[in-house]
């Protein structure tokens, strides 16, 4: 005897859909329909408004089509820009083709445009981040920093109140949060690099690249309790700055100036 295959739609009209008791008992939340403020903690949404090239709040925020991440519109233009010219170079100094593809590939660019600044690729967003986060997209350097890069230490930026004249920079305070093996050099070179990209002109062909950009431009000062400033070598930790100048619990307090020219 033949038997008869039971269509596909007698099938699916056959089973039926089993809530959850999460599902089952969860109740929508109710709008704000009036004023009610909801305080949110900074560092909470800190991974989602970080620029993942300069590692500073988002600015004039653009994103690319071939990874959708959210970037500032000038430090991405430059990145773009950089990262062709260096593969570009790479190409035509090797004979592995492999580099042609390269400017196609968001990631890449974004890696090569970290190389100008190996300072901070460790001062990412904290390790508790949210599901939705990690599944925006792959952010491999945050992480793996994290995991050889030790403790983290907090700091503030100031510009140096005898060296620099008032109101030379737009911004008189920078918090910045990285690894404490991070060096006093590493924070020259990021410093130094957002003070380029705040300064530059509105992006466009002729606009001059970041490559000149250096630790050299920039020296480190830290005062103690009101005492004279001192100079800090370009070599030294973060971890030996705060356990040999610092000493308290508190975000480390640095001041900087540029660098002197050596005649």
């Not at 490559?211 to 973060?238: A, H, M, R």
Request: charged content about 25%.
């Amino acid at each position: 005897p033949t038997t008869m295959a039971t269509p596909a739609n007698a099938q699916s009209a056959s089973k039926t859909w089993e809530l959850s008791l999460y599902e089952l008992h969860r109740t929508p939340q109710e709008a704000i329909m009036d004023s009610t403020e909801i305080a949110v903690s900074p560092r909470s949404l800190h991974s989602e408004l970080m620029c993942p090239i300069c590692l500073d709040m988002l600015k004039n925020t653009m994103t690319t089509k071939e990874c959708l991440h959210r970037f500032c519109s000038d430090c991405i233009v430059t990145a773009l820009r950089s990262g062709a010219q260096r593969v570009r170079k790479l190409h035509q100094e090797s004979d592995n083709t492999t580099f042609s593809g390269g400017e196609d590939n968001c990631d890449s660019r974004s890696h090569l445009s970290n190389a100008s600044a190996p300072s901070h690729p460790e001062a990412g967003p904290s390790r508790k981040r949210s599901r939705a986060s990690d599944d925006s997209g792959p952010e491999p350097d945050p992480e793996t920093s994290h995991d050889g890069g030790g403790s983290e230490i907090e700091l503030v930026f100031r510009p140096h109140p005898v060296l620099v004249e008032k109101g030379e920079y737009s911004q008189t305070s920078r918090y910045v949060k990285t690894t404490a093996n991070a060096t006093v050099d590493h924070l020259s070179k990021y410093l130094a690099l957002r003070i380029a990209l705040e300064e530059a002109p509105a992006p466009g062909p002729e606009a001059p690249g970041l490559e000149d950009v250096s630790e050299k431009q920039y020296t480190i000062y830290i005062t103690t309790s009101g005492g004279p400033f001192t100079t800090l070598n370009g070599s030294l930790t973060l971890e030996l700055v705060n356990e040999k100048f610092w000493k308290v619990t508190k975000p480390l307090e640095l001041y900087y100036a540029p660098t002197k020219e050596q005649k």
